[in-house]
C-alpha cells in the first residue's frame, strides 16, 4: 500500500461545470476525510466517514458539494455548479477508527482551477 | 479556524540557528496537539505531537513545549536545516461528541525558510 492517493492531481474547468474527485485511502483505515486548501491557509474540514457513513459535514460544504464512500473504500467528492471561489487543493486523508484515530495520512491533494 | 492562531507566519533562519513556531488555541475541547509539515506540491504529513498531561515531548531536532494553562503550544526545530524549509502547520484534534471520532483543526501556517 503506498498511502492515500487522489486522482485527478489538476483539474481545469469552466465556471458552472460539474467536477469530480476521487480519494483511495490505505486499505486497513477507515476513516476518511475532505479538506479543502487555499493558497497561503491551512487546511479547513469538509466532512468525514467512519466506513460509509458520514459522520459530520462542515457549513463550508454547500449543497453543490457532495461526498460519497459508497462501499467503505474510496471516496468521492463531487463539486457541481463549480464558481470561481471552488478554486483550491482539494485534500484527501485517512485514520484508523482505533489506535490512532487522531493521526491523518494525506494524500498530495488534487488541485482545481475554476475560470 | 479562529479557534487556532498561529505565529509567525513566516520565518527566516539561518542554517544551524533555532526555529521557533506558536500556537494558540481557544477550544478546550481539543486533547491532541500534533504540528504537521508541509512540502510544496504534497498533503500535510505528522511530524510531532502531544498530549495534554505533557508538558514537552522531543523527537530528534524537534520538541513540542505546552503550556495547557495558556493554551498554547509550540515548535521548536534545533540546529534548522535547509532541508527543513516547508510550511508547518499546528492542527489540535477536535472531538466529535461524546465518540472517539474527530477531526484536526489546522493554523494558518508557517512558512520557513532555512538559509544555508
Known amino acids: 500500500d503506498t498511502g492515500v492517493s487522489q486522482d485527478p492531481r489538476h483539474k481545469i474547468t469552466k465556471r458552472g461545470q460539474n467536477v469530480t474527485f476521487r480519494c483511495d485511502p490505505i486499505s486497513e483505515h477507515n476513516r476518511l476525510y475532505w479538506y479543502r486548501q487555499t493558497l497561503g491557509q491551512g487546511p479547513e474540514f469538509l466532512t468525514y466517514f467512519q466506513n460509509e457513513a458520514q459522520l459530520e459535514k462542515s457549513r463550508l460544504l454547500s449543497d453543490r458539494f457532495s461526498a460519497e464512500r459508497p462501499k467503505g473504500s474510496f471516496s468521492t467528492l463531487e463539486i457541481q455548479r463549480t464558481e470561481q471561489g471552488d478554486s483550491a487543493m482539494y485534500l484527501c486523508?485517512?485514520?484508523?477508527?482505533?489506535?490512532?484515530?487522531?493521526?491523518?495520512?494525506f494524500g498530495a491533494g488534487s488541485r482545481l482551477t475554476v475560470l | 479556524q479562529q479557534q487556532v492562531k498561529q505565529s509567525p507566519q513566516s520565518l527566516i533562519v539561518q542554517k544551524g540557528g533555532i526555529s521557533i513556531i506558536n500556537c494558540a488555541y481557544e477550544n478546550t475541547a481539543f486533547d491532541y496537539f500534533p504540528w504537521y509539515q508541509q512540502f510544496p506540491g504534497k498533503g500535510p504529513a505528522l511530524l510531532i505531537a502531544i498530549r495534554p498531561d505533557v508538558s514537552e515531548k522531543k523527537e530528534g531536532r524537534f520538541t513540542i513545549s505546552f503550556n495547557k494553562s495558556a493554551k498554547q503550544f509550540s515548535l521548536h526545530i534545533m540546529d534548522s536545516q535547509p532541508g527543513d524549509s516547508a510550511t508547518y502547520f499546528c492542527a489540535p484534534w477536535a472531538l466529535h461528541g461524546s465518540s472517539n471520532t474527530g477531526k484536526l483543526i489546522f493554523g494558518q501556517g508557517t512558512t520557513l525558510q532555512v538559509k544555508p
Open positions: 486523508a485517512s485514520a484508523r477508527a482505533t489506535s490512532g484515530a487522531n493521526v491523518l495520512t
